[in-house]
C-alpha cells in the first residue's frame, strides 16, 4: 500500500467518522422534533382549518361572562345579546356525564386555546339558528370527548341563556376534509372537534368531531320578527 494511500484513509477517517456521527446526531433530534416537539412549539394555529383563528398579537383576553343565566322566556331579543370580541369569555361548554367543563371564547387562536376552548369565527353563537363550531385541545379541556357517546348532553351557558344539545354522531378525519357548508345550514346545531388521537405525542393531523343537535334554549329575534312571543 503506497504512502499516499495511507495518508488518504487516515485523513477519510478522521473526517468521515466525526461527520457521520453529526449527521445520525442531527437525524435523531429531527426525528424527535416530528414526533414529539413539534405538536407543542409549532404554531398551535395548524390544529384549526387555515384562515380560522386570529394572530396571536391582535387578541386581548378579557370576559363579559359573569356565570350562566336560566331563559324560561323561547325568545331573547337580540338588544340584550353581547357579542363577544376575539378572546372574549362568554360562556362555557360541559358535558357532565364525562367530566368535561371548559370556559367559552371567540376565537380560536393560540392564544385564546391557552385559556379553554374556542369558538370558531366562522360560525355563529348559539342562538342564532345556525351552528355553532367550537374546538379545544385533546390533550387538555377536551381530552374527556374520548369518551363521548351518542345521546350524551352537551350544554352551552352563555349570559343571555343555557342550551342543551343531544350528540348525534361522531366522525374522524382529516381537517381538510370538514365540509364549510355545514357551517351554513340554517341548524340549530353543535360540531365540537379536537386533535386526534387523544393525548398522542406524535405529528397530529386527523380531528375528531362530534356533531349534536339543539334541544333546548331560547331563540335569539330581531325587533323585525316580532320578539316577545
Known amino acids: 500500500m503506497s504512502k499516499r494511500h495511507s495518508i488518504g484513509k487516515k485523513v477519510a477517517a478522521y473526517v468521515g467518522m466525526p461527520l457521520l456521527f453529526w449527521l445520525l446526531i442531527v437525524a435523531v433530534l429531527a426525528t424527535l422534533y416530528l414526533h414529539f416537539l413539534h405538536p407543542y412549539v409549532a404554531p398551535i394555529a395548524g390544529m384549526f382549518f387555515t384562515g380560522s383563528g386570529a394572530s396571536t398579537d391582535s387578541v386581548k383576553i378579557d370576559s363579559i361572562y359573569d356565570g350562566p343565566v336560566l331563559v324560561h322566556e323561547r325568545t331573547v331579543d337580540a338588544s340584550l345579546v353581547k357579542i363577544p370580541n376575539q378572546g372574549t369569555k362568554y360562556g362555557e361548554i360541559v358535558c357532565e356525564r364525562i367530566g368535561l367543563q371548559a370556559d367559552l371564547y371567540f376565537g380560536e387562536s393560540e392564544e385564546i386555546l391557552k385559556h379553554g376552548a374556542g369558538q370558531s369565527p366562522r360560525s355563529l353563537q348559539p342562538g342564532f339558528g345556525y351552528p355553532t363550531m367550537?374546538?379545544?385541545h385533546?390533550?387538555?379541556?377536551?381530552?374527556?370527548?374520548?369518551?363521548?357517546?351518542?345521546?350524551?348532553?352537551?350544554t352551552v351557558y352563555t349570559s343571555y341563556g343555557t342550551y342543551e344539545y343531544e350528540v348525534s354522531g361522531t366522525e374522524i378525519m382529516e381537517p381538510h376534509l370538514f365540509d364549510d357548508k355545514l357551517l351554513l345550514e340554517e341548524r340549530s346545531r353543535l360540531i365540537v372537534y379536537t386533535c386526534y388521537p387523544f393525548n398522542n405525542l406524535g405529528y397530529i393531523?386527523?380531528?375528531?368531531?362530534?356533531?349534536?343537535?339543539?334541544?333546548?334554549?331560547?331563540?335569539?329575534?330581531?325587533?323585525?320578527?316580532?320578539?316577545?312571543?
Open 138 to 154: 385533546n390533550n387538555k379541556e377536551f381530552d374527556k370527548l374520548e369518551h363521548i357517546q351518542e345521546g350524551d348532553i352537551i
Open 205 to 229: 393531523y386527523r380531528r375528531f368531531f362530534v356533531y349534536a343537535e339543539q334541544i333546548s334554549g331560547p331563540r335569539i329575534v330581531f325587533d323585525s320578527e316580532g320578539g316577545g312571543e
Open 134 to 136: 367550537i374546538s379545544a
